[in-house]
C-alpha cells in the first residue's frame, strides 16, 4: 500500500492515469472526494497547529513535523490513487479499480452481462464479499452504494488485500453512467 500511495503520486505528476491502451477511463471518485478532501485540510491545519505548539522543543518538533508531513503526503497519494487509476472499458475488458488496493480485470469472454444496477447498505460498514442467490458477490462501495453490476459468465478469481478470492459477480461505483455504459455496448 506504501508504494502504491507514492506511485499514485508519481502518476499524478506526471499525468499518467493508469488507463490500458485502447481503453477509456471512467473515474469513480465524487461521493468521496469531500470527505478526503475534508481529512486533508484536516490533517495540514493539524501539522501548523503542532507545529506552533511546540516550536520551542526541537527534539519534539523535527520528528512530529516529519511524521505530520508523511500523514498527509500518504493522504494525498490515497485521493491520487482514486484519481489516477480509473475504471477501464476497452478492448480487452473491463478494469475495476479502487484506488491504489484494487484492480481487477475482466476479460470480456468472462463477461455475461453488466448493467446498471443501484445497490444501497443499510449497513455503515458493508462486507466487500458477500454469498447470495447469484454466487460470490464481491461490492466495491462508494459511501455504501454501488451503480453498476457485472455478471460473469464464470467464476474469476480476483487479488484483494485480504487475500485471493473466486467471485461470480462484481458490483462497483461509476461517475459518468451513461459513457460507461456506452463503452460496453461498443465491446460487448
Known amino acids: 500500500m506504501e508504494i502504491a ?8 505528476v506526471l ?7 485502447g481503453a477509456i477511463g471512467f473515474t469513480y471518485h465524487q461521493p468521496v472526494l469531500p470527505l478526503l478532501i475534508g481529512f486533508l485540510v484536516a490533517s495540514a491545519i493539524e501539522l501548523v497547529a503542532v507545529d506552533l505548539l511546540v516550536k520551542q522543543w526541537p ?9 505530520g508531513i508523511w500523514g498527509l503526503l500518504w493522504m494525498l497519494g490515497l485521493l ?18 479502487e484506488g491504489a488496493e484494487i484492480d481487477i480485470a475482466v ?3 468472462a463477461v455475461q452481462s453488466v448493467a ?17 442467490a447469484d454466487g460470490r458477490v464481491l461490492s466495491l462501495w462508494m459511501q455504501q452504494a454501488t451503480n453498476f453490476e457485472v455478471v ?37
Open 116 to 132: 446498471r444496477v443501484e445497490q444501497v447498505s443499510e449497513v455503515s460498514r458493508p462486507a466487500k464479499m458477500a454469498d447470495t
Open 152 to 188: 460473469l459468465a464464470r467464476p474469476l478469481r480476483v487479488r484483494l488485500p485480504q487475500g485471493v478470492e473466486t467471485v461470480d459477480v462484481l458490483r462497483f461505483h461509476a461517475d459518468e453512467v451513461k459513457g460507461f455504459m456506452s463503452a460496453v455496448r461498443q465491446h460487448i
Open 5 to 12: 500511495v507514492w506511485r499514485s503520486i508519481y502518476r499524478f
Open 59 to 67: 527534539l519534539v518538533r523535527i520528528p512530529l513535523l516529519v511524521v
Open 107 to 109: 476479460p470480456w469472454e
Open 80 to 97: 491520487l490513487g482514486y484519481l489516477t487509476r480509473p475504471h477501464a472499458v476497452g478492448p480487452e475488458g473491463i478494469r475495476v479499480r
Open 15 to 21: 499525468r499518467r492515469p493508469r488507463v490500458p491502451a
